[in-house]
């Protein structure tokens, strides 16, 4: 794969990621490999490692549980190293009290064989913690 095709698969897995409901999760699982790895470090409820599409989809639905209305996202910056694309995002939306919530995030994207293997998702989890209150 080229940067711009590593960096396009990224940005279509994360953009897919946020849109509400289950065609947004197919969109995005499309773009890992079976056994993908995906990593929020901290103390959120989601927070942890998960393996496999199956779990990672589970983890999606958790958060859909929050933020039933998916989110919005601005790609700031993509950097490629050649096996992986770091993503530097904005990400907002609603949670179901309608409390709303902005972050910035710093995700690496490990890429394998054409499609993502690896995600670690670095967050101020201190900013995310209230929504899932």
């Known amino acids: 794969m080229t940067p711009d095709e590593r960096k396009e698969l990224v940005r279509r ?17 499309a773009c890992l ?6 990593t929020i470090p901290g103390a959120l409820p989601t927070s942890g490692s998960r393996r496999g599409k199956q779990l ?7 958060i859909r549980e929050v933020f039933p209305d998916g989110f919005q996202i601005k790609f700031n910056k993509l950097h490629d ?3 992986a694309v770091i993503a530097e995002m904005t990400i907002w939306g609603n949670n179901r009290k309608g409390l709303g919530y902005t ?18 998702v670095y967050v101020d989890t201190a900013k995310a913690a209230p929504m899932f209150e």
């Open 81 to 83: 190293t050649g096996d």
């Open 56 to 62: 990672i989809a589970e983890q999606f639905w958790e």
């Open 13 to 29: 897995m994360w953009s897919s990621y946020m849109k509400k409901g289950a065609d947004g999760l197919e969109e995005a699982l």
């Open 103 to 120: 972050n910035e995030y710093c995700v690496v994207n490990e890429i394998e064989d054409g499609l993502i293997s690896h995600v670690r």
């Open 33 to 38: 490999r079976e056994d993908a790895t995906w």
